[in-house]
Nanobody
Framework: QVQLVESGGGLVQPGGSLRLSCAAS????????MRWFRQAPGKERELVAY????????TYADSVKGRFTISRDNAKNTVSLQMNTLKPEDTAVYYC?????????WGKGTLVTVSS
């Protein structure tokens, strides 16, 4: 079955960096686009970044453009999110996502807290 497992979250000071990773299994990873979403307390889940199956296309939410970078390693079935210049408003649970067989699959998420 499809499994997505996020890691790399934690507490970081404003201006700091974190790198999130998502390990995928149960599907042909290099055939599917991947996404990172986030959900802050009391807010709806929002799309943060997208990467196509071959990594040719990447897109970002305006709020993270220029600070976050999504990448993937199709040999290792992983997708990553490098987050730089973090702000308190980036505090959220971050989720890895893919659309496979017409269904959305989600990991359990990893918490990122940006605070001094």
């Amino acid at each position: 079955q499809v499994q997505l497992v996020e890691s790399g979250g934690g507490l970081v000071q404003p201006g700091g960096s974190l790198r999130l990773s998502c390990a995928a299994s149960g599907f042909t990873f290099n055939a599917y686009a991947m996404r990172w979403f986030r959900q802050a307390p009391g807010k709806e889940r929002e799309l943060v970044a997208y990467i196509s199956n071959s990594a040719v296309i990447t897109t970002y939410a305006d709020s993270v453009k220029g600070r976050f970078t999504i990448s993937r390693d199709n040999a290792k079935n992983t997708v990553s999110l490098q987050m730089n210049t973090l702000k308190p408003e980036d505090t959220a649970v971050y989720y890895c996502n893919t659309l496979f067989g017409g269904m959305n699959y989600w990991g359990k998420g990893t918490l990122v807290t940006v605070s001094s």
